[in-house]
């Protein structure tokens, strides 16, 4: 599939490295690209290409927090409630969210469109409190910023 | 020279796109090592200058880059821009404001050493940032300033981003070489180094990005002006990150040990102050979660390596998080452990267990069912973790705990239920007495 579908990206991420196993953290992401997650199937074919055994992926898909092995929502919104994020208002952000998703963090609204997330430092501390959504930053977020966003991806048909 | 060495870009717009950076005296330090520097004057340049690695150990530049053996080939630079160090982002802002320097520093490590390739390793969740620094890297290759045959000459060089996906073990920088090679972060037993033994077993130089940035202008106008500022022992300008119960957090950029913790918080031009005339400073984190936490009384302390040793902590990567008298100090080395816990790798046995059971004893004393002894018991665990891994990690996760009980002990005593009163005596003649007994 990916050697098919992403034939150029795969070509120029193996390029890089001297050693294809350096490949396996670049193609997972192309793999979370295509099937939402860490796909069985999207192992496989890493582990093929760079070659390396499926359990030897599996192990870095399971030691890396942006990597899934389990279906996520379409729209991953990751909250920081660490330290510096907590003393600006992190932690009533996270209960706000709470409230609005109607789903507890590490949970994906039942139409699976929002996975929710406590996530650990994320380099906004100066614009705290801090999240991401989709790995894009989003800062200095009020209840009314959390409310928008999601509102905007309410709508957006997907 | 304007006010700002590392932060340029907030002095000159569009600093980021390489015609700015050019007419700026970008990339003159690339061509003037080029053409008329050998590698190891450029080593001895950056040995001179006193630079000492801006990502947290302080260790000089240039004597690490003179570790690396001459004859082995190929050998590796690998740009540490890991940044997760809670309340840390300034490698992000020069990243996406300055991209060019720390390019242009990164090319000058390369030639320093003869590596015929640089990484630089991001984390995952500044994959905004690494598309700007692709951007530039492609911007240099198109202008000849990466590539084969640079500028001319005979020296050879390429350069390529690679994102890391959610670890802060990853800026550990044996850990980070593992997950460049496509493995978990495992952190390395040491010896040996990465400077003989690094990126697939050859010769490489790890730097972050900050110091890295530092390097262009110390090529171009010399050691002896790098010294012109900071101190003896700690030359030059950093960045300071000041985050937390503060009116302005940010990136505040000036002369190492030339301004004290109470100048960069309550400074005009930098934080201004707390969250609040009537607020005081409880205390101060100097280095994100890693290094111990100091009262208000070591506001007067210098910022260089020294001086904040000589107070019982480390500037390590000058991440100053400041906690004001609003802040409960038990849940903030709860917040903090509860962080080492999660990203503690698991490799070595006293931190995979000992960030367990101290998040485990921080859970039940904010959730008010504390035990008398839980103060001592958090020190017993902290000193089965200390010096006892392979990577500093172990050690980082016992600092606010030790130093939190160190200076505010008092405040663990408001979380443990006091033991059942004994009975207080009624006053005479009121008691009920039972017939018959």
Redo the contacts between chains.
Sequence with gaps: MLREKYAHEVEAILA?Y??K??????L??LVQQEYGYCAEEGIREVAEI?G?SPTEVR??VG?????YDHPIGRHRIQICD???C???GADELVAHAVRRLGVQPGETTPDGRFTLET??????????PAM?VD???VENVTPEVFDRIVGDLSRDGM | MGRYILLRHREIPELHRLDVYLRHGGYEAWRKALTSMTPDQVIEEVKASGLRGRGGAGFPTGVKWSFVPKNVFPKYVVVNADESEPGTFKDREIMEGNPHQLIEGALLAAYAIQAERVYVYIRGEYRSVARRLEAAIAEAYAAGLIGRNVLGTNYSVEMFVHLGAGAYICGEETALLESLEGKIGHPRVRPPFPATFGLYGQPTVVNNVETLANVPPIILNGASWYRTMGTEKSPGPKIFCLSGRVRRPGNYEAELGKITFRDLIFGEEYGQGLLGEERTVKAILPAGASAPMLPASALDTPLDYESVQAAGSMLGSASIIVLDDTVDIVWAAYKMVRFFQHESCGKCTPCREGTYWLRRVYERLVAGRGRPKDPELLESIARQMAGKTLCPLGDFATSPVLSSLKHFRKEYEAYIPQPLEAPVAAPAGTVETVPGR
Aim: with cysteine; proline share 8%.
């Design positions: 890089k001297p050693v196993r350096s490949a396996i953290l670049p997972l992401y760079t390396v192990e870095v030691f890396y927090s942006l990597f660490d330290l510096p907590a003393l600006r996530v650990m430092c994320i380099g906004a501390c100066h614009r705290a991401q790995l894009e930053f």
